[in-house]
């Protein structure tokens, strides 16, 4: 499967009209997530960047795919630590091959229906900062264009995260990456919540979240706390 040139300019479009913007770190991680999502007509993408030596799982687009973040967090393997410690893109076309090279996370992944994967380093110049993944139910082959669009977009959210390091210097960027993991706990207590109250899935909870965070021009974060501090009703 292609990748879908169409959506792919319109992500550029929008990291470049970030730019200009105040952004926080997560927001332009989020937009990553659904931006490799929507172009490579992924189930899912997910983002770990590292803290304190390891990775720590940040963002995701489903909730199954934040259970393999989880799960390559707390175990260390995967294909996103081995994106982010080679510097290279790491492929898994059928997941059922790398049971004995990632075994936890393997039968994780399988549980989940999660049959694919592919890991995309998030490294500019000498900072690496971490890495996204990408998955797919069924085995996919990962054609090299669409892990170049993958790069490409995995790149414009790296040097917005390096951006940031330079405009604010290493204490205010550690502090927004540790807003951004904090950030995380919020918004999967928010999904909890409206989840209970709809009767829906986490995952069609998180898509009610974004959108209103986005017709309300704020952040996800906001959004969330609001949710979950001062039983804000969406």
């Not at 105040?22 to 983002?47: K, N, P, Q």
């Not at 990775?55 to 707390?74: M, P």
């Not at 669409?146 to 390091?165: H, K, R, S």
Request: proline share 3%.
């Amino acid at each position: 499967m292609a990748y879908d040139s169409e959506a792919l300019m319109a992500a550029l479009s929008r990291f470049a009209r970030l730019l200009p913007t105040s952004y926080e770190v997560s927001t332009a991680l989020d937009e990553l997530v659904g931006s490799v999502t929507s172009v490579l007509g992924l189930i899912g993408a997910g983002v770990t960047l590292e803290s304190d030596g390891k990775l720590r799982f940040v963002t995701a687009a489903s909730e199954a795919v934040a259970e393999l973040e989880r799960c390559q967090e707390l175990t260390q393997e995967g294909p996103c630590v081995e994106a982010h410690r080679s510097g290279q893109v790491i492929a898994a076309p059928d997941l059922e091959a790398e049971l004995a090279r990632w075994p936890q996370y393997t039968a994780v992944a399988l549980q989940n229906r999660i049959c694919a994967v592919a890991g995309i380093p998030m490294h500019l110049g000498g900072n690496k900062i971490g890495a996204v993944n990408l998955y797919q139910h069924e085995p996919r082959g990962w054609p090299e264009s669409d892990l170049e669009a993958a790069q490409l977009l995995a790149d414009m959210a790296t040097g917005y995260v390096v951006n940031a390091n330079l405009r604010n210097q290493q204490q205010q960027l550690t502090e927004q990456l540790r807003h951004a993991l904090d950030s995380r706990i919020v918004i999967e207590q928010a999904k909890g919540i409206i989840a209970n109250r709809h009767g829906v899935g986490l995952d069609d909870a998180f898509a009610l979240i974004r959108k209103y965070a986005r017709a309300q021009q704020t952040s996800l974060h906001a959004v969330s706390f609001a949710i979950v501090e001062v039983g804000l009703r969406i």
